[in-house]
């Protein structure tokens, strides 16, 4: 499956968040904060999950619409 440069970003913003909770935790940051930003991550990977179901469900699509159509490669 060839993923979209937006699924691309998603990850690449979700590893940003979870490298700054390693750092938060090494620093000694308050729980509130490690606790916010943790969060953050969380709902980035709902985001991500959402965006591939998403892209999934477009694919399955267009594969049974081609399908029905007689155009399958």
Known sequence: MQYPKSIQNRIKRTEGQVTAVR???VAG???ERVMTQ???CISSLESLK???IKQQ???SMVRDVKK???LED
């Open 50 to 52: 959402t965006e591939l």
């Open 38 to 40: 943790l969060q953050a």
């Open 23 to 25: 750092k938060m935790i």
């Open 29 to 31: 940051e308050s729980d």
């Open 57 to 59: 469900m477009k694919e």
């Open 68 to 70: 029905s159509l007689g």
